[in-house]
Nanobody, 115 residues
Framework: QVQLVESGGGLVQPGGSLRLSCAAS????????MAWYRQAPGKQREWVAGIRIFGSTNYADSVKGRFTISRDNAKYLMYLQMNSLKPEDTAVYYC?????????WGQGTQVTVSS
């Protein structure tokens, strides 16, 4: 079973930027479509952005034009560049597979957007 470790979160002012990273423990990463998800306080976890094995991407409407997902299959890494952050982006961010099967969730990384 793959292990997923998210990092890069923090406190940022509105309009600021952060880059999240997701490290996977095994080479199954390079054979999986991957995605970022987030869960805000009191809300259900939601899909944010997805990237297929060979790099095509999709985004939730709420982050389109502000977030960029990318991956490095050779290093088993995935990234989420977040620009023009808004208070409503505050959440715990998770990475996982993008599809019918889901790996065990990691601890996530907290992103807080506040002045």
């Amino acid at each position: 079973q793959v292990q997923l470790v998210e990092s890069g979160g923090g406190l940022v002012q509105p309009g600021g930027s952060l880059r999240l990273s997701c490290a996977a423990s095994g080479n199954i990463f390079s054979r999986k479509h991957m995605a970022w998800y987030r869960q805000a306080p009191g809300k259900q976890r939601e899909w944010v952005a997805g990237i297929r094995i060979f790099g095509s991407t999709n985004y939730a409407d709420s982050v389109k034009g502000r977030f960029t997902i990318s991956r490095d299959n050779a290093k088993y890494l995935m990234y989420l560049q977040m620009n023009s952050l808004k208070p409503e982006d505050t959440a715990v961010y998770y990475c996982n597979y993008w599809g019918l099967t889901i790996a065990t969730w990691g601890q996530g990384t907290q992103v807080t957007v506040s002045s």
